[in-house]
C-alpha cells in the first residue's frame, strides 16, 4: 500500500490534533462530524456529569471537560467537545 505525502500529512494532524473536527481551531466543520460521533463525544462529557443544558463556561462544565479529556487522552481535543456540543445543541457551522 502506498501513501502519499499529503495523506500523512492530514494522518498525523488527525493524530496529534484530536478528531479534526474543527476550522483552523475557530469553527466547527459540522460536515466532518456525524451525529453519531457528536453523540460519542457527548457522552464521553456526561460521564465526568456535564450538563448540554448549561454554557461549556460554567465551572462545572468545565471541569467535566478536563477530566474526559485527561480520561481519553489524545482522543479529543477542547476544540471537539465544542464543536460535538454545537452540533448536538443544533448550531454546528
Request: aromatic share 10%.
Amino acid at each position: 500500500m502506498k501513501i502519499t505525502r499529503r495523506q500523512l500529512r492530514k494522518i498525523i494532524k488527525e493524530a496529534t490534533a484530536g478528531k479534526g473536527w474543527m476550522f483552523d481551531g475557530e469553527r466547527c466543520n459540522s460536515h466532518n462530524i456525524s451525529q453519531d460521533e457528536a453523540y460519542e463525544a457527548i457522552a464521553a462529557l456526561q460521564e465526568f456529569n456535564y450538563e448540554l443544558g448549561l454554557p461549556p463556561t460554567v465551572d462545572s462544565n468545565n471541569i467535566a471537560i478536563d477530566d474526559a479529556l485527561a480520561a481519553y487522552p489524545g482522543e479529543y481535543t477542547y476544540e471537539d467537545f465544542r464543536c460535538a456540543i454545537s452540533v448536538v445543541q443544533g448550531r454546528g457551522g
